[in-house]
């Protein structure tokens, strides 16, 4: 094609044209942009300038591909009083040359942001870019290249945080489906056996399954991002029974185990190796899953300010949920004895990045204990017969 008509072609674009036009790195296309007048304005005279013009777009136009939102923004979601890169280059002001390349900038940052404000990805690969102001926010970045790094550390991350979270979700599925009588969904508020749990089964392997499938720039709106806990806990009745069998089988005496490294009780020596261990990872995770009711004005206060109680220091069954029942709302459901508060945060207004409490979402320690948990109640329940 002769240099005039490609100029003449030129004249007719858009910024956001030209910029899309630079993504495909071919020389002849340079040369027309580099001897057009005002794309050498925009882009410099030297191939430097335009090689800074290129990283950006392809980055650009990279990240707004990969999550599904349009190369030019639209008008109505627009910051400033003009859409330069939807303006013809012809009507572009020289001051606003080196504006939309920060505007691009920016609206990278923007939706880096959101990607980081939806969990915390450090605890899965990623390096700490928070600002430091607020645990919801990450930090400025002033280039195109930090910016990249940083979208690739998100990327990894999140298929990091992705390939934990379905696999966490396959375990639970398997371990509700074969102890559907002693465990239960952590959010669910009855504490009665269901006598049907497949669909709630078949639900949570769906679910994983879409996370595997779905591209690791994107987020999954589903309850299984929302909540920091495990899916799955056991219901009160079987805590307090094992609590018992513990102690008829002179495993535990109060909240002590009563074998040791050192020392070994006489009941106690009578049961393996491997279940005392288990009881020693059951009693050491204890005060993490459930507590005593609080009984004066001063306890209630002191608990109000947690994710497992209301304003009034009332602690919630289950999770804290709008669905959750408070402490004494229930009377058909007996409140005598220990039960299960999960202190994990979880609302009903999104899917924001809480913070830390206790335990971390996600972690080893919880599945090793409810592991434990239902090995060690296997065995007394069969001790029993």
């Not at 899309?20 to 030297?46: E, Q, T, W």
């Not at 959750?324 to 945060?345: C, H, I, R």
């Not at 206790?358 to 919880?366: L, S």
């Amino acid at each position: 094609m002769p240099t005039e008509l490609a100029h003449q072609i030129i004249d007719d674009l858009r910024l956001c044209d030209v910029l899309k036009l630079l993504c495909y790195d071919n020389d002849r296309v340079d040369a027309c942009f580099m001897s057009h007048p005002i794309c050498r304005n925009i882009f410099g005279a030297d191939p430097e300038t335009l090689a800074k013009w290129r990283f950006a777009a392809h980055l650009y136009r990279d990240i707004f591909t990969a999550v599904g939102k349009p190369f030019v923004q639209p008008y109505y979601l627009f910051r400033w009083g003009t859409n330069h890169g939807a303006t013809n280059i012809h009507c572009l002001k020289p001051e606003n040359y080196e504006g939309f390349l920060y505007h691009m900038k920016d609206r990278i940052y923007d939706e880096l942001n959101i990607h980081w404000c939806k969990v915390d990805l450090t605890r899965f690969g990623a390096p700490d870019y928070d600002s430091g102001l607020d645990y919801r926010s990450l930090k400025r970045i002033q280039s195109f290249e930090e910016l990249k790094k940083c979208w690739e550390d998100i990327q990894k991350a999140k298929a990091n945080l992705f390939q934990l979270r379905a696999s966490e979700l396959y375990w639970t599925a398997d371990m509700l489906e074969a102890n559907s009588d002693i465990l239960k969904r952590t959010l669910d508020p009855a504490q009665e056996f269901r006598p049907n749990t497949t669909h709630i089964v078949s639900r949570m392997r769906r679910n994983a399954d879409k996370i595997l499938r779905t591209p690791i720039q994107k987020f999954i709106f589903a309850e299984h991002f929302r909540y920091d806990f495990l899916g799955i806990i056991p219901f009160d009745s079987a805590l307090d029974q094992l609590l018992h069998m513990m102690q008829k089988h002179g495993i535990i005496e109060g909240d002590q185990v009563m074998a040791s490294n050192t020392s070994i009780s006489a009941g106690a020596a009578s049961h393996p190796s491997s279940i005392i261990n288990s009881v020693r990872i059951i009693i050491d995770g204890m005060p993490k899953f459930y507590i005593s009711p609080p009984e004066t004005a001063e306890q209630q206060h002191n608990f109000a300010w947690r994710n497992a109680a209301n304003k009034n220091g009332d602690l919630l069954r289950t999770a804290n949920t709008p669905w959750s029942e408070p402490f004494g709302a229930n009377e058909q459901v007996s409140l005598d004895g220990p039960y299960f508060t999960p202190f994990k945060y979880g609302d009903n207004k999104g899917f924001w990045r809480p913070e830390s409490l206790f335990w971390d979402p996600h972690h080893e320690m919880e599945k090793e204990w409810l592991a434990s948990f239902v090995e060690v109640y296997r065995y007394l329940k069969n001790l029993d017969g």
